[in-house]
């Protein structure tokens, strides 16, 4: 398919009410960020939807635990194949109601596809335990269950791999699962029921629900007993809100909130290497990831280089639509986040920071920033304490590998950190001394399904993908025999 109005039109507007589609009483307006304009209307899910959602789930809870887990396993691979085989439909879903490039839009469709089929292959790998009670009385036996229902709730900037990284280990644990996208991104969720619906998933097992007003259906969801877990990506206030939310009812919570990365880049490090990771630190999905570099701090002995270097890579960056030939960076999601962005560049600009290149907003339709590098940012500008979420970078200067950890480590977030070094006892060293959930030494970029993605602080707990991404949809039960 893949053209713009056939897509819109085949893209299912009704609620994904355990699986079956169904119409919906009313509906609410999804925008094209690069033009300001509608792209469809699409079902606005009310409380009464959310709670139709549970009664669903926590019926097909039981057999859907009970199936076993090579059917569960084949059915994800099933879902991660017909990803793929509408892999330009998703990519271009994403590109129209989220921004990024195309090229970004397809990546996503690989990386999202990946938690599909790792957690296809970790279904059959729930384990337990087998021991002697060590005073000779009895047995112990460890096995793990799923959790049950699951209320997953996943943020505009990677519509489809934030969703696929909760659905996938939601379904291979066995817990069935309601997933409420974000309102500024819900088409490429609604594509993604279909995939599942086409893949054979059980009815009942999964639900999703759009909706203009996020609170009201998660608020009665959280305060009925039979819901079990909340999982959630997005801003740190949200995620403190429900995990408040979620203590009533002692919900198990899995929470990917916030950072602000710091990318750290040593003396002896490879310069042009730590350029081009900067590049994809800072500018991979302009800029909105909670992985993206929100402080570079540059040895001062190299720091003219690096910039001059990082500065011209930046300025030739091509802005426009993402679905336009060559663009590199695409608008923001939003005129709040516009607003959020010109704010965070005109504080530090007025507290002395200087404009290597960018630093405003462009004419015209949409809702772009331009690529922006400032440097010689002060320790009181905003942006270096507050998530950025735009193509905007900011260089601080630093002498002592002490200084640069301090500056590093002084924030309430603990997401992720970047580094670049040659030395192999300063990259571990270095590793073992930042407060943060990841750590890319020489990586620009670290996400992997196989890998274990969280947070530390207040960037939340948790993780997702690796062997532990499974582990947060299942309980552990002990038997004494
Ligand atoms: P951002 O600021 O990046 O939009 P949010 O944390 O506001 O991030 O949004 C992430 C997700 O949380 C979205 O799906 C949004 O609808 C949802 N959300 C926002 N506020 C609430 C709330 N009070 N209760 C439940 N979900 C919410």
Redesign the pocket.
């Known amino acids: 398919m893949s053209n713009v109005s056939d897509l819109l039109d085949s893209v299912p507007k009704g609620l994904w009410l355990g699986g079956k589609l169904v119409p919906a009483e009313k509906t609410f307006a999804v925008y094209n960020p690069a033009t300001g304009e509608e792209l469809a209307q699409v079902a606005d899910a009310t409380a009464a939807d959310g709670i139709r959602a549970l009664d669903l789930a926590a019926a097909a809870q039981e057999d859907w635990a009970a199936t076993p887990a090579r059917v569960r396993g084949e059915i994800l691979r099933t879902a991660f194949e017909l990803l793929h085989a509408r892999a330009e439909d998703f990519a271009l879903m994403m590109t129209l109601e989220m921004g990024k490039s195309l090229a970004e839009s397809r990546g996503e469709v690989n990386y999202g596809g990946e938690f599909l089929r790792w957690f296809s292959e970790e279904a059959v790998r729930i384990g337990g335990r087998f021991t002697q009670a060590p005073a000779g009385n009895g047995r112990i036996l460890v096995t793990k269950e799923a959790v049950g229902p699951v209320l997953a709730?996943?943020?505009?900037?990677f519509p489809l791999a934030m969703g696929t990284r909760k659905i996938g280990p939601a379904l291979a644990a066995g817990c069935t699962i309601i997933v409420?996208?974000?309102?500024d991104t819900p088409l490429t969720m609604q594509l993604l029921g279909q995939v599942f619906a086409d893949a054979g998933l059980p009815d009942g097992v999964l639900s999703i629900l759009p909706t203009s007003d996020?609170?009201s259906i998660?608020g009665p969801l959280m305060e009925d007993a039979r819901l079990r877990k909340v999982t959630?990506?997005?801003?740190t206030?949200?995620?403190k809100?429900?995990v408040r939310g979620a203590a009533d009812k002692l919900l198990r919570t899995s929470m990917e909130l916030g950072g602000n990365a710091p990318f750290i880049v040593f003396d002896d490090a490879d310069i042009d290497a730590a350029v081009d990771g900067a590049m994809l630190a800072k500018m991979r999905n302009g800029g909105e990831a909670c992985t993206a570099a929100n402080r570079i701090y540059v040895a001062n002995s190299v720091r003219e280089e690096f910039t001059d270097k990082f500065t011209a890579k930046v300025a030739a960056l091509k802005v426009g639509a993402g679905d336009a030939e060559g663009t590199n960076i695409g608008p923001l999601i939003n005129t709040k986040q516009l607003a959020t962005v010109t704010g965070l560049v005109d504080d530090a600009v007025s507290k002395g920071a200087r404009v290597r290149t960018g630093g405003s907003a462009p004419e015209g339709a949409g809702f772009f920033f331009t690529p922006t590098v400032l440097d010689q940012v002060p320790a009181d500008a905003r942006l270096l304490k507050e998530e950025i979420?735009g193509p905007v970078a900011a260089v601080v200067g630093f002498d002592t590998e002490d200084e640069a950890i301090a500056a590093a480590n002084n924030t309430e977030y603990g997401l992720v950190a970047y580094f670049y070094t040659r030395d192999i006892d300063r990259a571990m060293r270095v590793s073992a001394k930042l407060d943060t959930g990841m750590v890319g030494v020489n990586r620009g970029a670290i996400s992997d399904a196989a890998a274990p993605f969280g947070g530390v602080k207040e960037s939340g707990f948790g993780r997702e993908g690796g062997t532990e991404g499974i582990d947060e949809y299942l309980d552990t039960k002990y038997v004494a025999l």
């Not at 709730?153 to 900037?157: C, D, G, L, Q, S």
């Not at 409420?180 to 309102?183: D, M, Q, V």
């Open positions: 709730i996943t943020p505009w900037n409420k996208p974000a309102e996020a609170a998660s959630f990506t997005g801003s206030g949200v995620g809100l429900l979420f």
